[in-house]
C-alpha cells in the first residue's frame, strides 16, 4: 500500500506478438481512475520481484510469451497466496507455451471476426463489472473466440449475442468477460478494449474499473 492508502496495480503490456494501438490509452485510463497507483512496466524483470506491494497484476492487451521462468513462478505464487489478476483483451492471446496460465485465467484466444458492432448481453448484472450496464450492450469491439467456455468456479459476467454480428465461432455459450478464485487470489478478465475509443467510453471504463476492482479485492 501507498502512503495515501491507494491499492497500487502493477500494469503489464509487454509485447512478442501483435501490439495494440490502445495499450497507451488503456493505462492513462487505469492511472487517471485514480481509485489505484499505477506502475506500469514492459520490463518481464518487474514480475521477478516480490509481488506482495501489488493488490492486482494487469495484464493489458499483452500477447505473445512475455514472462521468464522466474517470472511465471511469481505470478503464480502471488495469485495463489491471495493477490489479485486481471487480464484485458490479448490477454487471452499471451503465454500459451505455459499451461498453468490456460488455468489461471480461464480460456484462450483463438481467433476474432473483423471489427464490428454487435451485442454484449449482460449474464450476471450483480458484478461490479455490470451492474452499471443494460442488459443488452451495444458496442463496437473484435468478438474475441476461445478454445472453450471456462469452467469449474467460473462466474460468466457477459456473453456475446452472435446473432448480432458476422463471423462468431462459439454459439450460445460464447462469453466475453468472467470472474473466477484462482487458490486465495481473485481473477477477472474481459475479452472488450480493442480500440483506443474504448478507454474514452463511460460503460466500458466502468465494466473495467470494476473488474480490476474486484480483482484487488476494493469492489464488491
Same mark, same amino acid.
Given at each position: 500500500?501507498?502512503?495515501?492508502? =491507494?491499492?497500487?496495480?502493477?500494469?503489464?503490456?509487454?509485447?512478442?506478438?501483435?501490439?495494440?494501438?490502445?495499450?497507451?490509452?488503456?493505462?492513462?485510463?487505469?492511472?487517471?481512475?485514480?481509485?489505484?497507483?499505477?506502475?506500469?512496466?514492459?520490463?518481464?524483470?518487474?514480475?521477478?520481484?516480490?509481488?506482495?506491494?501489488?493488490?492486482?497484476?494487469?495484464?493489458?492487451?499483452?500477447?505473445?510469451?512475455?514472462?521468464?521462468?522466474?517470472?511465471?513462478?511469481?505470478?503464480?505464487?502471488?495469485?495463489?497466496?491471495?493477490?489479485?489478476?486481471?487480464?484485458?483483451?490479448?490477454?487471452?492471446?499471451?503465454?500459451?507455451?505455459?499451461?498453468?496460465?490456460?488455468?489461471?485465467?480461464?480460456? =484462450?484466444?483463438?481467433?476474432?471476426?473483423?471489427?464490428?458492432?454487435?451485442?454484449?448481453?449482460?449474464?450476471?448484472?450483480?458484478?461490479?463489472?455490470?451492474?452499471?450496464?443494460?442488459?443488452?450492450?451495444?458496442?463496437?469491439?473484435?468478438?474475441?473466440?476461445?478454445?472453450?467456455?471456462? =469452467?469449474?468456479?467460473?462466474?460468466?459476467?457477459?456473453?456475446?449475442?452472435?446473432?448480432?454480428?458476422?463471423?462468431?465461432?462459439?454459439?450460445?455459450?460464447?462469453?466475453?468477460?468472467?470472474?473466477?478464485?484462482?487458490?486465495?487470489? =481473485?481473477?477477472?478478465?474481459?475479452?472488450?478494449?480493442?480500440?483506443?475509443?474504448?478507454?474514452?467510453?463511460?460503460?466500458?471504463?466502468?465494466?473495467?474499473?470494476?473488474?480490476?476492482?474486484?480483482?484487488?479485492?476494493?469492489?464488491?
Amino acid at each position: 500500500m501507498t502512503t495515501d492508502d =491507494r491499492p497500487r496495480l502493477l500494469v503489464y503490456t509487454r509485447t512478442t506478438d501483435y501490439r495494440h494501438e490502445s495499450i497507451p490509452y488503456g493505462v492513462a485510463a487505469l492511472a487517471w481512475h485514480g481509485a489505484f497507483e499505477v506502475d506500469h512496466t514492459e520490463d518481464p524483470a518487474a514480475l521477478e520481484r516480490p509481488l506482495d506491494p501489488y493488490a492486482a497484476v494487469v495484464f493489458l492487451s499483452t500477447s505473445g510469451e512475455v514472462l521468464t521462468p522466474a517470472g511465471r513462478e511469481r505470478l503464480a505464487r502471488h495469485v495463489e497466496s491471495g493477490g489479485g489478476f486481471a487480464g484485458v483483451h490479448a490477454a487471452a492471446c499471451t503465454e500459451y507455451d505455459w499451461p498453468y496460465y490456460g488455468e489461471l485465467l480461464g480460456a =484462450r484466444f483463438t481467433r476474432h471476426p473483423e471489427l464490428q458492432p454487435g451485442d454484449a448481453l449482460v449474464a450476471d448484472p450483480g458484478h461490479p463489472a455490470t451492474r452499471h450496464l443494460p442488459a443488452v450492450w451495444t458496442r463496437t469491439d473484435e468478438w474475441y473466440d476461445f478454445d472453450a467456455a471456462p =469452467r469449474g468456479p467460473v462466474r460468466v459476467l457477459l456473453r456475446a449475442d452472435e446473432s448480432s454480428y458476422d463471423g462468431g465461432g462459439m454459439g450460445e455459450d460464447h462469453p466475453l468477460a468472467w470472474c473466477r478464485t484462482q487458490g486465495a487470489g =481473485r481473477v477477472f478478465y474481459t475479452a472488450l478494449g480493442h480500440a483506443p475509443a474504448a478507454y474514452e467510453d463511460e460503460d466500458f471504463l466502468a465494466h473495467l474499473y470494476g473488474g480490476v476492482g474486484w480483482a484487488a479485492r476494493t469492489a464488491d
